[in-house]
């Protein structure tokens, strides 16, 4: 009874984050995602990018992460020109408050008073920012709610009390300011605190916020993702879905995918099958440091995921029995009559031909996310170490001779040493830069729908 609850709870705290829109990507977006450690180190971008290239395959777009770690407001203002406007974007997302509205001072006597004067800080920080993107022609803007920082999970003492309530502030005052700009908007923060309350009814060490209550896990950035699809319209939207009628011969439904050759004869059903796009791959190793959840865990947090996101529906009537099912010679799996009418979802299925095209594009996709996490590391040694020290880019010896002393005394700077070696000359940043295009490119090549040949004999048994 309890987990039922739960899951009702669950499905209407992300239907109304389905009330916020935001347009959908379009062919030749330059998406540039801003923000602070949360999307520096995070994957929310990269399976928002993986959605597209998956579900909408013949439509190219670029997507950067534009993150730094421990940026605020203001960190992100000084950035702006050379780290995101330099990136040509026509859409920019951009998400704070996480470093905002600091950490130990909410544990002091002075709470209230600090959290309440960073909220104002941050919110005239936020203006300059405005008044920045303000300037740009044919760029829209998407303001992010940030994912919270989780003060109510029971897995350790270590806690900043009520930190998240003050980051809420800051949310509002972006929905706010983004309904005045007649911009877009995303709440992460809200849905996601909701799911922490809910889960840590049943167990009360439970956080989606990682474990450090700020930096979610691979699973949490799969449901920031989530809620930004959603906000898109993306929930529903069908990988493919068809209907077929074993006793006629009759294709009763098809929904993106085309069936062609349908041959049902003595109970042996065949055909072809094409789909406008491919299943959306759920990693199943944990990546990016620290983290120790996979991606795919999302369909234990978010019970309607697949139904929602990652719908490759088989439906076949007027069956009897069991029925073994075979796609390019490749065995799947055994279902009995009523499965198979009603309904077999293939994503599900992670050894099918298609769902294996997928993950080979979310291998490569991971590959230049590990690139682009140079790039973000290299940013951060350049905005947060050289840029108030006068050497923004410059990159010469004296700035290596900087960078040196620094380590010294810098710890951030100093685990960064082996990076900086390699990422001062312009040739190897050139040359990350074309791997990252290079894949781009063999992505886009390879993500096209393939035919597929199906089979289902009957079997006397089922699995």
Known sequence: MKKTILLILLAVCFA????????????????CFVGNS????????????????????????????????????ENILKRLDG????????????????????????????????????VEWSKGMYKKIEERLKGLTNTRIVLVGTSPYDDTSKFNKDVFRNKNSYMQKIVAFQDSAAKANKWEFVDFNHPMTEMNHKFQQQDSTFTICGNDRVHPDNDGHMVMAYLFLKA???????????????????????ENCKIDNFISNHNVISFDYLANSLPLPLDTIAHGWGFKRAQCNIKKVVPTFMEEMDNERLCVKGLHGNYRLVIDDVF??????????????????????????ACAIMALNEDRWEIERKFRDYAWLQYDFFMDKGLL???DEHAAEVFRDGQKTNGWVGVRRELYDKMIHKDVRDMYI??????????????????????????CNTK
């Open 16 to 31: 109304s984050a389905n009330a916020q829109q935001v347009a959908p990507f379009k062919q030749g977006d330059r998406v």
């Open 38 to 73: 949360i999307t520096d180190g995070g994957h929310y971008h990269s399976y928002i990018w993986l959605y597209y290239m998956t579900h909408f395959p013949y439509v190219d777009m670029w997507m950067a992460n534009c993150g730094i770690g421990g940026d605020t407001s």
């Open 83 to 118: 780290d995101v406007f330099a990136k040509r974007p026509n859409v920019i997302t951009l998400t704070f408050g996480m470093n905002d509205t600091g950490y130990y001072e909410y544990n002091g006597d002075n709470a209230e008073s600090f959290g309440n004067g960073r």
């Open 232 to 254: 898109q319209g993306m929930s529903g939207k069908k990988v493919a879905d068809f209907t077929l009628n074993a006793k006629n011969g009759k294709i009763l439904e098809q």
């Open 332 to 357: 799947i799996a055994n279902f009995t009559a009523e499965e198979l009418t009603n309904g077999i979802n293939l994503a599900e299925y992670r050894h099918t031909p298609q769902y294996q095209q």
């Open 393 to 395: 880019d410059v990159n």
């Open 434 to 459: 074309a791997q990252m295009d290079m894949i781009v490119k063999r992505i886009y090549d390879i993500n096209k729908p393939e035919v597929h040949h199906f089979t289902l004999t009957p079997v």
